[in-house]
């Protein structure tokens, strides 16, 4: 039988791990194909993710645009972020 580590180790080890991107990304594959389904890809991993990044930006004053089907992800202030997703459309259109 094995024993849990204490709550104080795990956010030690939490810690280090997160402040490493290449362990972080390694983890975060991890968790990624542990989700057998899309549906909990996106309940477990997609959006909590979204969700941090949503509430990380507008603490700073930033607006997140997310287009999608492989990857663009846009950080910008609010006052740019219309401008942006017409670059975006403009060029996808083209």
Do not use: W
Request: with cysteine; net charge negative; glycine share 2%.
């Amino acid at each position: 039988m094995s024993k849990k580590k204490p709550a104080s180790r795990r956010k030690n080890r939490d810690a280090a791990q997160s402040s490493n991107p290449d362990t972080f990304m390694t983890d975060m594959i991890s968790r990624m194909e542990d989700c057998p389904t899309a549906e909990s890809l996106n309940d477990e991993i997609i959006l909590p993710f979204a969700l941090a990044l949503e509430k990380v930006c507008s603490a700073r004053g930033y607006l997140m645009n997310i287009y999608g089907e492989k990857s663009n992800v846009v950080v910008s202030t609010e006052e740019d972020a219309e401008t942006i997703y017409h670059l975006i459309e403009k060029h996808l259109d083209q």
